[in-house]
């Protein structure tokens, strides 16, 4: 059984304005986060993000539909039940949201402090936690006297402080240097590698996801318009939305812009292939165009790695005639997508 699993869920919002219609936030959402999953969220501002995460932690109520985290169905719960499971969910912002007249091992403390556990046992938590996210020397500090990167781990100790089996991330690196972000995502997969913690990214930034999601929901006014593996959303994103995100990270795909100029440099038709690791045979791809006689030329490409998994886009300008061309091409079609630029 998922860990998290939605069913056809909206959340609306009343208008401000008196008599309009209300804002619809969330529309006929399905989703199913597994357990071990780093699930990604990934769409522009205003998709839906921010109010998936509040439903799934019970911040907000649905408006309808079913939501199931752990076993139970939340929609239903009162909020007795619901303070005991948002202690099951660990949470880190964008702004980190620490407390700052508190030190840092206070922060990490102070989810502790509200579930009641005996001091011993937190003080114990929270060498361990600082000693994870390797802030044991800063255990005094104040959040101020951190850097960006700093503050995130505390946000991140904190989160983890009573064990929790889910920990959204919304927009946890936005307010990041690069570098810094590739610091915090790395801590997040061992948060998810070492602990087992099922990590639920949002986000507007592809690289984010690429780094660290398994899985990826594309979100587009409140609905989810593609989802699956990283891998299989990335080498062939369906939906315009998601070649849009893709695009920004992925290596090898010429712009419109890049093609038209393309076709200006080189002679001939300009024919992308995209290729995926294991129905790869680039060298029968170049054979099939050579015993056509067809000539050609590489002008643009690049293979990326997911996970450990390749897959590339070639471009080439083909010359020859114009039928022997389109019949390599039908042969072509057998071992890699072609796209052609018109
Ligand atoms: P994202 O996180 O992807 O930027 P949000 O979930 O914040 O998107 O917002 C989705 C839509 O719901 C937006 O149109 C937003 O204006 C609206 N919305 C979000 N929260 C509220 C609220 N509390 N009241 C009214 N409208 C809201």
Do not use: W
Request: hydrophobic share 40%; proline share 4%.
């Amino acid at each position: 059984m998922p860990l998290v699993s939605l069913r056809d869920v909206a959340k609306c919002y009343p208008s401000p304005q008196k008599g309009a219609p209300p804002i619809s936030a969330i529309d006929g959402v399905d989703l199913d986060i597994e357990a071990g999953d780093v699930y990604g969220i990934i769409g522009y501002s205003g998709a839906g993000k921010s109010t998936l995460v509040r439903l799934i932690n019970a911040l907000e109520p649905a408006t309808s539909g079913s939501i199931v985290v752990d076993g139970t169905e939340i929609t239903s719960l009162p909020e007795s039940k619901l303070r005991e499971l948002r202690l099951g969910i660990g949470m880190i912002f964008q702004q980190f949201n620490l407390f700052n007249s508190k030190t840092v091992k206070r922060n990490i403390s102070y989810p502790l402090e509200v579930a009641g556990t005996p001091k011993a046992e937190r003080q114990a938590r929270v060498a361990e936690l600082l000693d994870f996210v390797g802030l044991t020397d800063k255990a005094n500090s104040y959040p101020d006297q951190l850097s960006g990167g700093q503050k995130q781990r505390v946000g991140i100790a904190r989160a983890l402080a009573t064990s929790p089996r889910i920990l959204l991330a919304d927009e946890a690196t936005s307010a990041l240097d690069p570098e810094t972000t590739q610091e915090v995502l790395s801590l997040l997969k061992r948060v998810n590698e070492d602990f087992g913690v099922t990590i639920v990214v949002i986000t507007h930034e592809m690289d984010v996801i690429q780094t660290l999601a398994t899985k990826v929901a594309v979100m587009e006014n409140g609905k989810v318009i593609e989802q699956g593996e990283v891998f299989e959303v990335f080498s062939a994103p369906q939906h315009a939305a998601s070649r849009k995100f893709v695009s920004t990270v992925i290596k090898g795909v010429p712009s419109p812009a890049e093609l038209a100029v393309l076709k200006e440099r080189h002679e001939g038709r300009i024919v992308t292939l995209s290729f995926r690791d294991g129905d790869v045979d680039q060298a029968g791809v170049f054979l099939t165009l050579a015993e056509a006689g067809v000539a050609f030329e590489l002008v643009y490409g690049g293979i990326n790695d997911i996970r450990g998994r390749a897959f590339g886009h070639l471009t080439l300008a083909l010359r020859g005639d114009d039928a022997a061309i389109d019949r390599a091409l039908t042969g072509v079609a057998e071992r890699a997508t072609v796209t052609e630029a018109r």
